[in-house]
Nanobody, 117 residues
């Protein structure tokens, strides 16, 4: 299984970025796809996730600014990030989960998002 993430970069506060992640080599039913992030000196935290039925969950800090979407046929997941703030600066990791509780089974390589003030 491989997850390839793309779309990170440098953006000014208030700007937008779109992250994309494509999973390949999948031979199981994916329950959840989503994104975590890890800022310097902080623990990795869940940003957003979406299940196979399209139900979504968001971290409180990003709700209303970020939108997650998924293409089940292509095994891809995107994260549209609007109104970015310096505190959104982090390495963003996509993941896929097979279990009903959504614990990550496979991770992407991480893509850096830097928001300047």
């Amino acid at each position: 299984v491989q997850l390839q993430a793309s779309g990170g970069g440098l953006v000014q506060a208030g700007g937008s970025l779109r992250l994309s992640c494509a999973a390949s080599g999948i031979k199981f039913s994916i329950s959840y796809m989503g994104w975590y992030r890890q800022a310097p000196g902080k623990q990795r935290e869940l940003v957003a996730r979406v299940n196979s039925g399209g139900s979504t969950n968001y971290a409180v800090s990003v709700k209303g600014r970020f939108t997650i979407s998924r293409d089940n046929a292509k095994n891809t997941v995107d994260l549209q990030m609007n109104s970015l703030q310096p505190e959104d600066t982090a390495v963003y990791y996509c993941y896929v989960a097979a279990g009903v509780f959504g614990s990550p089974n496979y991770w992407g390589q991480g893509t850096l998002v830097t928001v300047s003030s």
